[in-house]
């Protein structure tokens, strides 16, 4: 019993990481200086042109290797992970709070607002006299 390892999908990778990102094939062929036919025909080639893969690489925010290497498994691997250590780290005691007070920071924002303004009213100001 002979058991055949399936080569990698690349155009099916691309388009799953292509989907997680939520971008659409017409995004991605812009992005590349495509059209969509030609990203639907690339996603669904088992083999891409190694520039074509590296700049649909860069557009997706990810390496060549991420793409040949992409597995459903490993994603949801990685989301369950985080999400389990999440919570486990706020059991653990991490401190979450903030170092500031909120309420200094809006009365701050606030007052460099209205000192803009006051900027901005004297500048103004200054222009109808020279007139």
Same mark, same amino acid.
């Given at each position: 019993?002979?058991?055949? +390892?399936?080569?990698?999908?690349?155009? *099916?990778?691309?388009?799953?990481?292509?989907?997680? =990102?939520?971008?659409?094939?017409?995004?991605?062929?812009?992005?590349?200086?495509?059209?969509?036919?030609?990203?639907?025909?690339?996603?669904?080639?088992?083999? +891409?042109?190694?520039?074509?893969?590296?700049?649909?690489?860069? +557009?997706?925010?990810?390496?060549?290797?991420?793409?040949?290497?992409?597995?459903?498994?490993?994603?949801?691997?990685?989301?369950?992970?985080?999400?389990?250590?999440?919570?486990?780290?706020?059991?653990?005691?991490?401190?979450?709070?903030?170092?500031?007070?909120?309420?200094?920071?809006? +009365? @701050?924002?606030?007052? *460099?607002?209205?000192?803009?303004? =006051?900027? =901005?009213? @004297?500048?103004?100001?200054?222009?109808?006299?020279?007139?």
């Amino acid at each position: 019993m002979s058991t055949a +390892v399936k080569p990698k999908h690349i155009g *099916r990778n691309i388009s799953r990481i292509r989907e997680l =990102k939520g971008m659409k094939q017409e995004a991605l062929a812009i992005a590349i200086g495509s059209n969509q036919q030609a990203i639907s025909i690339i996603e669904n080639s088992e083999t +891409v042109e190694k520039d074509k893969l590296e700049k649909i690489a860069k +557009v997706l925010g990810v390496t060549v290797e991420a793409i040949e290497n992409f597995s459903e498994e490993a994603v949801f691997n990685f989301f369950n992970n985080f999400y389990d250590n999440s919570s486990i780290s706020g059991a653990q005691g991490i401190n979450n709070n903030c170092t500031f007070n909120p309420l200094d920071k809006v +009365v @701050e924002l606030y007052e *460099r607002l209205v000192q803009a303004e =006051k900027d =901005k009213n @004297e500048y103004l100001e200054k222009l109808l006299k020279e007139k």
